[in-house]
Each structure stands twice: as C-alpha cells, then as structure tokens.
C-alpha cells in the first residue's frame, strides 16, 4: 500500500489521467483541496470512499490523516491541483512520509500553465521570439524566494514568463517588467482555467492590472507574460522544414 498523490489538473474532470481516475475509483480515503478543486473531479470518487477537505488543515494535520489511514490499511489519494512538479507542497509532505516509514507515488497531471495556454491558442516557445518559459512566482504572504531569482533577473532574459500566486500584485509586477518587456508587450491573465468560473483577460503590461483589478481577480489565476502571445507570426521552426535532410543515413549517423 501506497499513498497516491495525484495531480487533479486546472480543473475540469475530464482532464484527469486515465491513471488518475483509476486510482480515485479504488480509493478508501481522498484528501482533497476544496478552494483549488472543481467538485466534479470528485465524481471519479467511491460513493464508499471517505473525502477530506484539506482548505483548513495545516501541514502536520494532513500528514496524520494520510499516516493514519496509510496505518489502517486503506488505499490513499492526496490530490493536488494542476501537476505536483510546481508548488504542489509534494517535497514537504513526501519528507514527513518517509519519516514514518510510509511509501508513496506521483501520478502527474495537466499544469495550470499548460491548461491557459491551450485556452488562449498559443504556444509558450515560437521559433525567434521565446524558446524558455520561466516559470515562477512573487513574494507576499507567502515563503522567501531564493537569493537570486528576482522577477527582474528572470524579465532580462526576454523568456515568456508564467507567474503563479501573483495576481493581487499584477500592478507592482508589471511596472517590474515594464523595462524589459516594454508597455506593448502581450498579457494574458487565467482564471479558473477549464472550471465554470473560467475568465480569460488579454491585454498588454501596461494595461493588464486595470483589467485585473477591474475584474476583481484575487486568487486561483496565472499570468502569462511575452511576445510569443502575439498572434503574428513568429520564425519557422528547424525542425519541419522542407530543406532539413531527412535521409536515413542522416538520421543513423546523428545517433552515434
């Protein structure tokens, strides 16, 4: 036995992985967190199961739940929203696990990112324009960055950034990046991408945060900032073009 943590995707219960759905069906006990989740990813869930609200637990409290039911025998699901791999509180927990000696598996799902991107139509990386998307977030009431990963530093590789938990501070971030990106650079801002609530805000650096502030956006939102969100063409890529040599003897030697 096993806990399963499992990423529950933007929202929209029918972007969970085959796998995931597998494993919520077979569950005795899901903790489950209920300002983040739209509830019809619950429908995958046993009416038998056992559902935990994890919104007004601390840390400590949802490792004791998943010990607890882990110690009984029962088949475990910790889901999280979007993909574990980003601010998830996946290190955190899987390090009290193994402390008290319990095993545990990622089962990954569709990130936010990924999920506004495919709403918007556009694609992160566009050949001459961004090939790196950044993906990080701001400092409020929350955890210190690390020396070195200002928004600034990241804005002066002109990479199309992604910033999570920031929508409160979209007015100060944009007068951050306004130097690099310029006042004309793309903007688009995700709310509840996929669930019921989904809005959608496009603008620009210089005119983003009246759009926000406008909308009353203070939570469960991405912003997607860079010149690969404009919807004129950018380069070509290398890799479909007519002039690549595509010959086997091409391909063998590549791979030796």
């Not at 597998?22 to 009416?47: I, Q, T, W």
Request: one cysteine or more; charged letters at 20%; proline letters at 5%.
């Amino acid at each position: 036995m096993a806990v399963h943590f499992v990423g529950a995707g933007p929202g929209a219960a029918d972007l969970l992985t085959v796998r995931a759905t597998r494993l919520l069906a077979n569950a005795d006990v899901v903790l489950f967190p209920g300002s983040y989740l739209d509830p019809e990813v619950l429908g995958h869930v046993s009416p038998e199961a056992t559902l935990v609200d994890t919104q007004d637990l601390d840390l400590d409290q949802i490792i004791e739940r998943l010990v607890a039911a882990h110690h009984e025998g029962l088949d475990v699901v910790r889901l999280a929203s979007g993909d574990l791999s980003v601010y998830s509180a996946l290190a955190e927990q899987t390090r009290r696990l193994d402390a008290a000696g319990v095993s545990w598996d990622v089962t990954p799902g569709v990130p936010a990112y990924a999920a506004a991107a495919a709403l918007l139509g556009r694609e992160l990386t566009v050949p001459l324009i961004s090939q790196s998307v950044v993906l990080t977030r701001t400092q409020a009431r929350s955890t210190a960055m690390p020396v070195g990963e200002s928004l600034a530093a990241f804005a002066a590789t002109g990479a199309t950034l992604v910033l999570h938990l920031a929508i409160t501070r979209t007015r100060q971030l944009m007068a951050e990046i306004e130097p690099e990106y310029g006042a004309d650079c793309p903007v688009a801002v995700v709310h509840r991408a996929t669930q019921h609530e989904e809005q959608v805000l496009r603008g620009t650096v210089g005119t983003i945060a009246d759009l926000v502030e406008g909308a009353g956006l203070r939570m469960a939102a991405v912003i997607l900032v860079g010149r690969a969100l404009d919807p004129r063409p950018g380069g070509e890529s290398y890799l479909y073009a007519a002039g690549r040599d595509r010959s086997s003897k091409r391909r063998t030697t590549s791979t030796t």
